[in-house]
């Protein structure tokens, strides 16, 4: 069993003779020789790597190189001959030339091989009609993968009702983007007139905001706009008039000298839960009357009635007196 080779010639993909990524130009010879003519723009082509040393035309001047005549007419000589052969087919000098490279097979039929083009004494291989079509299907080949990937990652969810729907929006005409300009200016004009009589209205030392009114205008559509605008006025307004409250009232009691404080019993507003009133059992009116205290006597009767102590005391001293006097 034999296995062929997967093993590629870079030739298949790339002949040698395929120089159509490639041009050709000699400043020198253009400055010795002069801008091309019809006359010397072949000896310039035969200069190049285009150029094949084995056709026809190289065969004509070898036979007459050694004479010093020139060919009178090439194209004539030409005829005699069969194999590959250049000619020159289309000329507008300086500036473009078109030679042929073409198979001659009698006097009159000739099949062309290649084209080459001199364009501002550049010579170019014209590519074949292979590689122009080729070239044209992979570019557009291209764009439509490109597009259908970017089209594939933006893809619409998936709904079982309506399936995979692109949302399509209509191109604004000129007449909708006039009209949003010009109520974006209006806004615009309104934002500044609403800061400059805030910055006038508010207190001292405080910073105005600047950056609400645009991030406002910025996050929500111009009807939206319209009605949040007022409002923020408003809130503004309420801010600047409870700072302006607050500060008096600091000021206020700065200046005022402060009050001592009072010690003052905390006294509750809420009374205590009252109990009603309950009659008492035969046994309970025994007990009481049994376990009853006697009655405190009252603070006359007790400032009233003499010490017994007291007047031991007295009668003690007086008599020891009585018994220093007799003695």
């Known amino acids: 069993m034999v296995v062929a080779s997967a093993t590629m010639d870079l030739d298949d993909l790339h002949p040698v003779d395929d ?9 020198e010879w253009i400055q010795a020789n002069g801008p091309l003519t019809t006359e010397n723009v072949f000896d310039y082509f035969a200069t190049s790597m285009f150029y094949d040393k084995q056709s026809n035309n190289q065969v004509l001047r070898m036979q007459t190189i050694h004479t010093g005549q020139p060919i009178l007419n090439e194209a004539e000589e030409l ?12 000329a507008q000098p300086p500036s473009l030339f078109v030679i042929h490279k073409r198979e001659r097979l009698s006097p009159e039929e000739v ?47 998936f709904t079982p009702r309506t399936g995979f729907v692109w949302p399509i929006v209509d191109a604004p005409t000129a007449e909708s983007l006039s009209k949003k300009r010009t109520a974006e200016d209006q806004l ?16 001292l030392g405080s910073k105005p905001q600047q950056n609400e009114p645009k991030a406002v205008a910025s996050g929500m559509t111009m009807k939206k ?30 200046a005022a000298p402060p009050e001592p404080v009072k010690d003052t019993p905390l006294v509750s507003t809420t009374p205590a839960p009252t109990q009603p009133a309950r009659e008492e059992t035969p046994m309970e009116l025994k007990s009481s009357k ?7 006597e009252s603070a006359a009767s007790t400032s009233s009635r003499p010490s017994t102590a007291g007047g031991k005391r007295r009668k003690k001293r007086m008599s020891s007196a009585a018994s220093i006097m007799t003695g």
Do not use: C
């Open 79 to 90: 005829k005699r001959f069969t194999g590959v052969e250049f000619a020159l087919v289309h």
């Open 19 to 27: 120089y159509t990524h490639r041009f050709f130009i000699w400043h």
């Open 188 to 203: 615009d004009a309104g934002n500044e007139s609403s800061d400059s009589l805030l910055a006038a209205a508010a207190p």
């Open 290 to 296: 049994s376990f009853q205290l006697p009655p405190p």
């Open 225 to 254: 706009q319209q009605n949040v605008i007022p409002l923020l006025h408003a809130m503004r307004t309420t801010a600047a008039h409870s700072s302006a409250l607050f500060a008096a009232r600091e000021a206020s009691d700065a």
């Open 111 to 157: 099949r062309p091989l290649a084209a080459y083009f001199v364009m501002n004494n550049r010579i170019y291989q014209s590519p074949d009609l292979y590689t122009v079509l080729s070239n044209r299907l992979l570019t557009g080949l291209h764009a439509l993968q490109s597009s259908l990937d970017i089209l594939r990652s933006h893809r619409p969810d």
